[in-house]
């Protein structure tokens, strides 16, 4: 499923989050309307409990996924010294089905429902291989800062 490393993008050119709260490694596809990303669970991660990602974790990983759709509008140019504020509007449905270990990696899919200028609500599924962990249906605002 994963496409060659070479056609890998490293998301923080599309997010402002940094360590230790960036929660997604690399857009595996980007378009206006969909993303899919990819993260590996590591043993340092603030979200691993007990050797799981915890549910704190799926979330802002949904979030930050989801956000990169909105996110590739204000991070286009990655050498640029963009700033911006972004946060969760509205959480309208998260089922968690099950938490991922320590080392594995998870990929989740994300599709825009509904865009407003800034505002946007956007569907996430998060897997590990086929088994479904996260489904989400979140809003999210993402606006540039001075």
Known sequence: M????DNLIDISQFLPHRTPMLMADYILELTPEKVVTSF?????????????FS???LIEHS???????????FFANPDSDTKVIGFITNIKKIEIFELPA???????????????ENICQIFCETFLDEKL?????????????N
Do not use: D, H, W
């Open 2 to 5: 994963e496409p060659k490393q």
């Open 40 to 52: 590996e669970i590591k043993a340092g991660n603030i979200f691993v409990r007990n050797g799981f």
């Open 55 to 57: 549910e704190s974790g």
């Open 63 to 73: 979030a930050q996924t989801s956000s990169s759709i909105l996110g590739q509008n």
């Open 102 to 116: 320590v080392g594995k990696k998870i990929i989740s899919k994300a599709s825009l429902i509904s865009k407003y």
């Open 133 to 145: 962990l996260i489904r989400t249906e979140i809003s999210l605002f993402i606006q540039e800062v």
